[in-house]
């Protein structure tokens, strides 16, 4: 019983110094790359099936608030994510219904 509890002290030890040495920013990019965008535009045209042309206008309005910071790549491919379940056709209407709310939220208007 007693060596159940030292390992699992030892483990947790390892995981809380592992996530200190890391430091809190690992998660989060600190800037925007022109290639993360370029990724980022081409997996939502993909990805969402955008075939119209005011598809393609929303998802560069989107690449374009990412590009000037004003929402973040952490939470648009979130929302991408969230929409990819849904199936080809509909895909692209949960993505913009989620985005205008979650920037909504924030005060940014697309």
């Known amino acids: 019983m007693m060596r159940r509890q030292m390992l699992k002290w030892i483990a947790g030890s390892f995981a809380l110094g592992g996530a200190y040495a890391l430091g809190q920013n690992w998660l989060v ?8 965008v370029a990724d980022l535009k081409d997996t939502l045209e ?3 099936y ?4 005011e598809q393609y206008a929303f998802i560069d309005r ?3 608030l ?3 910071n004003r929402i973040s790549l952490k939470l648009v491919y979130s929302t991408f994510q969230w929409s990819y379940k849904y199936d ?6 949960y993505f913009e219904a989620a985005m205008r709310k979650r ?7 697309i």
């Open 29 to 36: 990019p600190q800037q925007v790359d022109a290639a993360d």
């Open 46 to 48: 993909r990805g969402l």
């Open 50 to 53: 955008a075939r119209l042309p």
């Open 62 to 64: 989107v690449v374009d």
């Open 66 to 68: 990412v590009k000037m």
């Open 88 to 93: 080809k056709g509909r895909r692209f209407y």
């Open 103 to 109: 920037a909504g939220d924030l005060g940014i208007e």
